[in-house]
């Protein structure tokens, strides 16, 4: 039945060489993408208390959903890479990073519904997908090369003609044919150098970057994957699916170019194309561009070929200091730091904290040539092309402090006896996990508390939009708020099924955010995350959508899109819910590996400089400004800035201990319960937990 | 059909000295349209023996500055067409090296309907033809028998006439219509049009000028759209 599944995933065993298939069916009740992923570790992983990800037995896998290859808007371009990974604090958990482009649709255009690949290869290799065959290339003369050097050097290995010919797939008449070139995901220069940081890039600027994916690949001796096919992906209803995607973009900007709506609201469906150009220098002359499928289109291309598909943090990790260096304005200097991390394929994330802590270590005398650390990059010329290219450059060779930095930034300041005093005061702004402050758990709390109960920073903005960033820029430019804080919290918790019965959902009062409600919120938005974001790979530049300024009365598209389009594809009569429950399952199955893997309700700790009054009460990141956020006080809803909040570490413990209990879990240690994974089916896990005795009580 | 092409291009060749190419060059898109405006046979000879064909009712226009090379089109044309979302069906093809400089970075290779199509031309069977109702050159899928001549006839790169290795029959794009699997298409629509994410394609009824970017044009809506974020498009 066409229901946008291909019906099977390529397994790759690097050891052997040898190449197999699993029977999509087997998890398609996972969804896709990480639910499916995670379905497959644990069935297939050696050892599930593995939390070394150099290890050999460690499992890469590539997980498309129904929904990519389709059309369905800022979703059929997207596919998780799923690992134990390389950052994370105090163990690699699994973990994973969703990467956008066109990978997802060429592996399923290529006959496949992902991709697994165990073990590791003895030699330097790279894998070459083409439709159902599969062999593996000497890939000593690429180890060196860098992402985009590597990419050229396979399109014109696999390609026998030029680009934009007609390309035959087989010697018959009948093997297939395109125009397109492969897609190929790949690591950096001699990623094992720089693992943890180490991101896997496709195309010019598409990422994934979180957790150390390429240093993952690098420890298998993988270069690359290529893959190319010309099969199709075949749909339910396809009528059903031009209505849905005609729907939804009558909400984007894609659908209103006649009548643009222009709001402060750093909205997700609703915001104008081309975003990335806010990196751009003035005057760049660009396209926009998006990944396959998409309506969002928030990447561009540039006449300058500098910066080609990079966006946010990629541009953002460079840009205030090239600013602070340049009078205000932005100068080639960000869009050589934007082509250095994705050539070298470095994770842009952990950039711009890397950046401001050298700054501050710097300026105070402990970092520099004769200092406590001794360094000779040019610090003086922070902001300038120079900074740019030797840090990312001492990251991926290991040079001056480069070999330190690339072993990761918690145990970088471990090894520089810095961490404890660095976290503390907020210079390494270390929020949960090892990972980098992204949004401020102590005024955005419910970007903390998703943090604090996940392998690593979630980059899940659903409430960010407009829990900070609207009400922020509305204060900030001196606006009337476009909606009131009041209707906010209601269209809001609204669409929160099945939680939606409760209208203090998205209160960050100082009470609010220990609060019940904020509890519901954390599960609900845990789950969504898990379900449809990472496991149908709906992107989380567009979706969720809860505030549209296309809207009728500003009501996004959540969550009937997410419903309408998943059931144009796979007509499995599937309801929001049933997502949003399935998402609560997938997690649940995550809690129980992490578990394994050694995750205690000890470990689940926000970096000091949460509770600390005198660190930094805002702006540990370049694009934050002064919190104001929605409450509700004395039983009316407000927005108002947090800037004097610290958080307090009782009451954080009281909620870690309500919300273990809210998800049925042991509240001394935070383990899923034989009565919880039961009520899931996942008895199977209940009984394996116990043999390790770490079934919660 | 084929018979009146292969007589009429001796015919042409020999009786003007100029090739057919030659001809709708020197005539160019309004000259064109003043010359097979109206016909509805697929292939005459006129008064000055010069075969034609009858005009297709519509062209397909692009703006490649504006694509986004998102590929919805391809997407939309190939699902509508043949229930499954596959580039390699699309009979619209984007082409992109993501590497390179803007606007040289993305190409769109769509079929030009040609007044005068070397396709219909070079089928030997009448599958490949105009149809005689909207003029837009397609495949009869019953008489063709894969004998690929039409693909290579194009005079275009990538060849704008496909392979169809699931049904085994050449293919191109038929201005949406014979679309099976799109149940509530309105007359005029085309899936590629209406998915398209940025406006950057559109039907049109006039004959574009067949030299140089007749097919590729500004189709507007651009600075609004874009100059929110300062991105400038040419």
Request: aromatic fraction near 10%; charge should be negative.
């Amino acid at each position: 039945m066409a229901n946008g599944y291909i019906g099977k995933i390529l397994t790759i065993d690097l050891t052997t060489q040898e190449v197999g298939e699993i029977e999509t069916a087997k998890y398609e009740s996972w969804g896709g993408g990480e639910g499916m992923a995670a379905a497959i570790y644990w069935d297939l992983a050696e050892d599930k208390t593995l939390t070394d990800g150099t290890d050999p037995r460690n499992i890469i896998q590539i997980m498309t959903s129904p929904l990519t290859g389709t059309f369905a808007p800022s979703a059929g371009g997207r596919v998780r890479v799923s690992y134990v990974g390389l950052w994370g604090w105090p163990v690699g958990y699994l973990t994973g990073s969703l990467i956008g482009g066109r990978l997802g649709s060429m592996i399923k255009f290529a006959g496949w519904d992902g991709v697994v690949i165990t073990g590791k290869s003895e030699t330097p290799v790279w894998i070459n997908v083409i439709q159902d065959k599969v062999t593996f290339e000497n890939a000593t003369d690429l180890w060196d090369l860098d992402t985009w050097e590597t990419q050229e050097f396979i399109w014109s290995d696999v390609m026998e003609r030029e680009l934009g010919e007609w390309n035959y797939l087989g010697t018959g008449r009948d093997d297939g044919r395109t125009t397109q070139r492969p897609a190929i995901i790949t690591t950096g220069p001699s990623a094992e150098k720089y693992g943890p940081w180490s991101a896997l890039i496709h195309d010019a600027g598409q990422a994934a970057g979180q957790g150390g994916s390429g240093g993952v690949f690098a420890s298998k001796n993988l270069k690359a994957l290529s893959i190319y096919g010309t099969g199709g992906v075949e749909i339910a209803d396809p009528t059903g699916l031009m209505e849905a995607r005609q729907w939804v973009r009558g909400f984007s900007a894609s659908g209103n170019l006649d009548d643009l709506k222009t709001t402060a609201m750093s909205v997700p469906m609703g915001s104008s194309q081309g975003v990335a150009a806010v990196g751009y220098p003035e005057g760049m002359k660009a396209r926009v561009h998006g990944c396959s499928g998409c309506i969002r289109n928030c990447k561009g291309r540039t006449e300058r070929k500098m910066g080609n598909e990079s966006r946010c943090l990629d541009f953002l990790w460079y840009s205030s200091f090239d600013m602070a260096a340049h009078k205000g304005a932005k100068t080639d200097a960000v869009l050589v730091g934007c082509d250095q991390v994705q050539r070298l394929g470095i994770n842009s994330y952990p950039m711009m904290s890397t950046v401001l802590w050298l700054k501050a270590l710097y300026e105070n005398g402990i970092l520099g040539v004769g200092k406590q650390i001794e360094s000779s990059l040019p610090y003086d010329l922070i902001g300038e092309e120079e900074f740019a290219v030797a840090l990312t450059e001492a990251i991926a060779y290991n040079l001056d402090i480069g070999a330190d930095l690339a072993l990761g930034l918690w145990q970088c300041a471990t090894k520089w006896g810095r961490l404890e005093e660095d976290v503390a005061s907020g210079w390494l702004p270390l929020q949960a996990s090892g990972y980098v402050h992204h949004y401020d758990a102590r005024h955005e709390t419910e970007w903390g508390w998703g943090n604090l109960f996940q392998e690593r920073d979630h980059n899940m903005h659903d409430f960010n939009y407009f829990v900070f960033w609207a009400p922020t820029i509305w204060g900030l430019m001196g606006m009337e708020p476009e909606v009131s804080a009041e209707r906010m919290a209601e269209i809001i918790s609204s669409k929160m099924v099945p939680f939606n019965d409760d209208p203090n959902l998205i209160d960050h009062s100082d009470e609010g955010i220990y609060s019940d409600s904020m509890i519901k919120l954390v599960r609900w938005h845990t789950y969504y995350q898990k379900y449809y974001k990472e496991s149908l790979v709906f992107c989380d530049y567009t979706y969720a959508d809860f505030i549209n300024p296309y809207g009728e009365n500003m009501e996004g598209v959540t969550p009937k899109a997410e419903e309408w389009l998943t059931e144009a594809v796979t007509a499995k009569g599937e309801k929001f819910e049933d997502g949003i429950a399935l998402g609560r399952k997938i997690y649940n199955l995550e809690r129980a590996i992490w578990t394994l893997q050694g995750r205690h309700r000890d470990t689940e700790v926000y970096g000091e400089y949460n509770y600390n009054p005198s660190a930094a009460p805002f702006g540990l990141a370049t694009y934050e400004a002064p919190y104001t956020v929605p409450m509700r006080i004395d039983g009316e809803w407000v927005y108002k800035s947090t800037n004097s909040r610290s958080l307090d570490k009782v009451k954080v413990e009281d909620f870690k201990t309500r919300y273990y209990a809210a998800e049925g879990w042991d509240e001394t240690n935070g383990w899923p319960t034989r009565a919880t994974l039961e009520e899931l089916g996942l008895d199977y896990i209940a009984d394996e937990l116990e043999s390790y005795g770490k079934l919660g009580a | 059909m084929s018979e009146l092409i292969d007589e009429n291009k001796e015919q042409v060749t020999e009786n003007n000295g100029m090739s057919r190419r030659q001809f709708m060059t020197g005539v160019g898109g309004v000259g064109v349209g003043v010359v097979l405006g109206g016909m509805v046979t697929t292939g005459v000879l006129g008064k000055d023996d010069i075969y034609a064909i009858a005009a297709s009712d519509g062209y397909l226009l692009v703006d490649s500055k504006k694509c986004s090379g998102c590929m919805s089109c391809m997407l939309a044309c190939s699902l509508m067409h043949h229930g499954q979302t596959n580039l390699s069906l699309s009979r619209i093809q984007i082409v992109q090296d993501s590497t390179e400089a803007y606007p040289n970075d993305l190409h769109i290779y769509q079929c030009h309907q040609c007044p005068f199509p070397s396709c219909v031309e070079a089928c030997p069977t009448g599958a490949m033809h105009a149809d005689p109702k909207t003029g837009v050159r397609t495949v009869d899928d019953e008489k063709c028998i894969g004998c690929e001549r039409c693909i290579n006839a194009c005079p275009y790169t990538p060849s704008r006439v496909q392979w169809n290795p699931i049904d085994k029959h050449a293919q191109k794009c038929d201005l949406c219509t014979n679309t099976p699997n799109w149940n509530n298409k309105e007359e005029g629509m085309l899936a590629c049009v209406e998915a398209c994410s940025t406006r950057a394609l559109e039907l049109t009824k006039e004959i574009p000028m067949q030299t140089g970017l007749g097919y590729d044009v500004d189709l507007g809506h651009t600075s609004v759209a874009w100059q929110t974020f300062g991105i400038i498009s040419e």
